[in-house]
């Protein structure tokens, strides 16, 4: 499984940001997408993901600012960020879960790709 995300970059304090996560096959179109992120000193975590049904799950910090979306015919999810804030600068990472029941999974991670918002 190969996950390519681009889209990083510099940008003002409220400005806006759009990262693509490309993958490819079936794979990638019928398992959940997510994108984390994890700034210097700190934890990755989840920003928001994405079901094969569409079915999204947004981080508090996110909500309202960030939407997920996928488009399955070409295999990409995408994080439109609007209002960017100082705090959000980070290494933006998409991730690929693949369950395989009884609490087992498998998860596949893009390359990172920057963002930074100066103040």
């Known amino acids: 499984v190969q996950l390519q995300a681009f889209g990083g970059g510099l940008v003002q304090n409220g400005g806006s940001l759009r990262l693509s996560c490309a993958g490819s096959?079936?794979?990638?179109?019928?398992?959940?997408v997510g994108w984390y992120r994890q700034a210097p000193g700190k934890q990755r975590e989840l920003v928001a993901s994405?079901?094969?049904?569409?079915?999204?799950n947004y981080a508090d910090s996110a909500k309202g600012r960030f939407a997920i979306s996928r488009d399955s015919a070409k295999s990409t999810v995408y994080l439109q960020m609007n209002s960017l804030k100082p705090e959000d600068t980070a290494a933006y990472y998409c991730?690929?879960?693949?369950?395989?029941?009884?609490?087992?999974?498998?998860?596949?991670w893009g390359q990172g790709t920057q963002v930074t918002v100066s103040s």
């Open positions: 994405i079901s094969s049904g569409g079915v999204t």
């Open positions: 991730n690929l879960r693949i369950e395989y029941g009884f609490a087992t999974f498998n998860d596949y």
């Open positions: 096959g079936i794979i990638f179109r019928i398992n959940t």
